[in-house]
């Protein structure tokens, strides 16, 4: 199985499949065939796939794994490594591995020597349905996800199902955090036609958690088609784009007060969504039945709300959300549902959130 989608914006390819990993190669080393490469790799995909990819030593630098290691440090240690083995402008970096790779090879190579080109090879299945393509770029910095970064669009995405044949339980329910993010927001992404992708996900719970592959190719497929047309409208988030982070808000605090390790990315962002649901059935801004339709998915993938003001401290929530890239002086942005598979953007004042959240 295999399929291309085009992103007009960096006029790039998506390729999706299910091929034998001789075959990603031969794209790789077809797509990068007149140019000097360097594979940035994740160390447990290294461990898991470096005698299936074949790669050459002398091309790898392995980052460990886990959110802390988008830093500094390992962002210099790319440019040193590019800078030892001879890149020029004219050369590519390739991330192979989940979005912490993706998201700091992506930002070394906008930098290095003002830009080169990147592939994106995501491994796990948040980073195929969202970090790897759209061209955000970053690295963390004092605690705060994503504040030092760049839109810089890759070369090509290459998407390959198999690699989620080893993804351990934890990591893809955060990929299916993500996706669930795409049923509540489909009527917004101006795609040419519907989806019905809240439909499917309800219909297809069971053989999307035993990673059935038709049922992963299509899910993939449907998410990144939402995407691409979110990102050809607003690249930079504008406006339109800016849609894509429902649930973020909220989650981001939730990941930085568990030191980026009690609640993966995607647990972290279902927990904003359950949180911004309530707000806005609260508020009147959505009917009953939505709510509780659109709570039942949730649940049926066997996501739970948390009570936020029982394990956290709500004003250290609050200090972390207000250092949101999104943030105003005296305002927190959020994306709350408005419709059925709509939402829209709201600027709630800081006692309005703390009363919220208590």
Known sequence: MRQILNVDIGNYKIHLSDDEFSKLMEDINYQTSEQKRLFVISEKVYKLYQKKLKLNKSEILILSDGEPEKNFKNLQKILSFATKIGLTRNDVMVAIGGGVVGDITGFAASIYMRGIDYIQVPTTLLSMVDSSVGGKTAIDLNG???IVGAFYQPKAVFININFLKTLDKKQFMSGIGEVLKYAFIEDNCNYKHSLFFFEYLTLCCEKFLEKDSMTLMRII?????????VVNQDEKEQGLRKILNLGHTLGHAIEAKGNFKKFTHGEAVIQGIFFIFDYAY??????YSYYKLSIDLLTRYGFKPINIRSKYQVDEIIEIMKKDKKATKDKITFIVPSDKKKVKEIKLAINDVIEALC
């Not at 497929?221 to 047309?229: F, W």
């Not at 609260?282 to 009917?287: A, C, F, G």
């Open 282 to 287: 609260s508020k009147n801004l959505i009917t």
């Open 144 to 146: 705060i996800k994503n």
């Open 221 to 229: 497929e449907y998410c990144l088609n939402l995407k691409i047309s």
